[in-house]
């Protein structure tokens, strides 16, 4: 099983080690030492904590969808010409672009500081392991 070191959980998680280290005190995480005498977090433990720790903003536009990956966020940058649009969005830690129409900017009245949902719906997701490992 993948075990992580704290500050390697904490960089995972966006927080930082002492935090973790407050969460292994409480007993919200547990950890355990590795073979070096450090603490190290079970990745699964880790997963799970992650996942119920994740806070999700509102998505303002009330629509239901099929599509799960949601990311609420605010507009930081356009660039429009004629026909196209390049729509930046920062969404959390995550910055998401999306080409669109030009007119498309238009009817949503996108601008810098807008509050936008960037939905996304694939058919495929590339999932990659650190150093190729399979």
Known sequence: MPQFRLSEAAELLGVSDDTVRRWVRGGQLTATTDGAGRKVVDGAELAAFAREQAARPNDPSGVGRSARNRFVGLVTDLVVDKVMAQV???????RVVSLMSAEAVRELDLKPGSLAVAVVKATTVVVETPGGQS
């Open 88 to 94: 930046e969005l920062q969404c959390g830690p995550f």
